[in-house]
């Protein structure tokens, strides 16, 4: 059996549709009620003024199959510890098909390189509920929640160290 050769690189227009399938499967594949999901799916899509807005990174599989995305931003300092600079990390969206194949990590590590290339001090990240052992695997620390009208409840927070 051949490994899958994985690679990273900068989302597109011509992704989106790719992109925004692999995000309807993954939120289906969420702990919530149907109806929930379905109604919630629209405001998960990624469009083209958040290409110019967001830095969105595609994992593709064997070169031409988009088996994942990840999407960052500036945090907004108000959502971080002692309201130090810190990279946000929007979501990361794996094709079921792909799950448990290394994708999300590779696109979780990108991040981090980002945020650590990029002189943030750490990596914000407002997780789906089902996403906690993700990113406690990879070394997230949950974040208190300090204003219950504020704060949502999810947050994940990982400081950047200099390698």
Do not use: C
């Not at 989302?11 to 999901?37: C, F, G, Q, S, Y």
């Not at 108000?78 to 990361?92: M, N, S, T, Y």
Request: hydrophobic content about 40%; aromatic content about 8%.
């Amino acid at each position: 059996m051949m490994a899958t050769e994985i690679a990273l690189r900068q989302a597109d227009t011509k992704d989106l549709a790719a992109i925004n399938e692999i995000i309807d499967a993954a939120i289906m594949t969420w702990d919530l009620p149907e109806r929930v999901k379905r109604l919630s799916l629209p405001s998960y899509h990624y469009k083209q003024h958040d290409l110019e807005m967001l830095e969105i990174i595609v994992a593709e599989k064997d070169g031409q199959q988009i088996a994942g995305v990840a999407a960052w931003e500036p945090a907004n300092t108000k959502d971080v510890p002692q309201g130090q600079r810190a990279l946000f990390l929007h979501g990361i969206y794996v094709a079921p098909e792909h799950y448990r194949q290394g994708i999300g990590s590779q696109l979780l590590q990108a991040a981090e390189s980002t945020a650590l290339n990029k002189g943030y001090a750490g990596l914000l990240v407002k997780a789906q509920a089902d996403a906690a052992d993700f990113f406690l695997a990879h070394g997230m620390q949950p974040l208190e929640i300090e204003n219950e009208k504020r704060d949502y409840p999810h947050r994940y927070w990982k400081l950047m160290e200099k390698r």
